[in-house]
């Protein structure tokens, strides 16, 4: 049984057990964490893991090392997660049995006041996951045109008033370079009990920042690739655009989520669904509100070429 208190206050990953649960490990397999993190799905897969078997864990952010684990069955790898078949090319590994992906932020970027993530902090204006990456929030607080602005405002943020935030940005801009996160959200004009709307915000410049759907794009066709038939795949969404994305791909197992059907009508994706869309509990929610909005998309793939 997984214990959801083993994971320290860097990060406390949502549905923890139902999700090991879910990727059915095999002693001997070899698993790839993308979202290594504060280490609890890591910890949680490791315990299932016996000599002969391996995990890779990825994260991009240095800070992440600081939960390392001390077993010769783990190997930590310090890069963005679209790398994914680049560094198993590198560690000569052909196939994984299965893949976990966390696409939460962890709480310790949240609750990191240097960090830049959160307006309830006073703090420049960065959100870097990857903290050697050149670019910053603030560069593209500054940098974007009011139409570029309007548009990641709108498509990962779901702000209706994106354009209308765009325009009072790049006014205010126009008297004094925007440099910290109350100068964000004095700019924006967004009232402080607007939280939510604020919160898109953010959460819009921070996806743009690491370009975290281009990234996603890449890794699921990566974790298709190197899935052997009967390996899992489980992700942990927590926003509708990703959510869309993840939930498509796995239906369809191509980035368009176009089904295609053979001849008798027959359903070609590589994935057969395990779970489609799984919340958390209420139980759970009332111990970690952070888990509200998780969704749990589980996948198997096909035995058979698809």
């Known amino acids: 049984m997984v214990n959801d208190q083993m994971v320290n206050v860097y990060h406390i990953p949502a549905m923890l057990q139902e999700t090991i649960e879910g990727l059915a490990i095999k002693p001997e397999g070899v698993y790839v964490?993308?979202?290594?993190?504060?280490?609890?799905?890591?910890?949680?897969?490791?315990?299932?893991?016996?000599?002969?078997?391996?995990?890779?864990?990825?994260?991009?952010d240095q800070d992440a090392l600081q939960n390392a684990i001390n077993d010769p069955k783990w190997t930590f790898v310090h890069s963005n997660f679209r790398y994914l078949r680049n560094w198993m090319d590198y560690y000569g590994i052909e196939s994984i049995d299965g893949l976990l992906a966390d696409l939460g932020?962890?709480?310790h970027h949240f609750d990191c006041p240097e960090?830049?993530?959160?307006?309830?902090?006073?703090?420049?204006?960065?959100?870097?996951?990857?903290?050697?990456?050149?670019?910053?929030?603030?560069?593209?607080?500054?940098?974007?045109?009011?139409?570029?602005?309007?548009k990641i405002f709108y498509l990962y943020g779901e702000l209706k008033n994106g354009r209308g935030i765009a325009k009072n940005i790049c006014k205010a801009r126009s008297q004094k370079p925007i440099?910290?996160?109350?100068?964000?959200?004095?700019?924006?004009?967004?009232?402080?009990?607007?939280?939510?709307?604020?919160?898109?915000?953010?959460?819009?410049?921070?996806?743009?920042?690491?370009?975290?759907?281009?990234?996603?794009?890449?890794?699921?066709?990566?974790?298709?690739?190197?899935l052997k038939p009967g390996?899992?795949?489980?992700?942990?969404?927590y926003q509708s655009l990703e959510d869309r994305l993840v939930k498509n791909f796995l239906r369809s197992g191509n980035l368009e989520g176009t089904i295609e059907k053979d001849f008798y009508g027959n359903n070609l994706s590589p994935f057969t669904l395990i779970e489609k869309g799984r919340e958390a509990s209420a139980e759970e929610v009332e111990r970690n509100p952070?888990?509200?909005?998780?969704?749990?998309?589980?996948a198997e793939k096909k035995m058979t070429k698809w």
């Open 231 to 237: 390996g899992r795949i489980a992700i942990l969404t």
């Open 33 to 60: 964490d993308v979202t290594f993190g504060g280490g609890g799905h890591s910890r949680a897969m490791m315990e299932c893991l016996q000599d002969g078997g391996h995990l890779f864990s990825f994260d991009q």
């Open 290 to 298: 952070r888990a509200r909005s998780a969704k749990l998309r589980i």
């Open 115 to 150: 960090r830049g993530f959160s307006f309830r902090f006073s703090a420049p204006l960065d959100m870097r996951m990857n903290q050697t990456a050149k670019r910053t929030a603030a560069d593209i607080v500054n940098g974007y045109s009011e139409e570029e602005l309007a």
């Open 179 to 226: 440099e910290r996160t109350e100068d964000l959200v004095a700019a924006s004009r967004i009232p402080a009990e607007m939280s939510k709307e604020l919160a898109r915000l953010f959460q819009a410049l921070r996806i743009e920042v690491n370009d975290e759907m281009g990234a996603l794009r890449e890794m699921l066709v990566a974790a298709r690739d190197l």
């Open 105 to 107: 932020v962890s709480f």
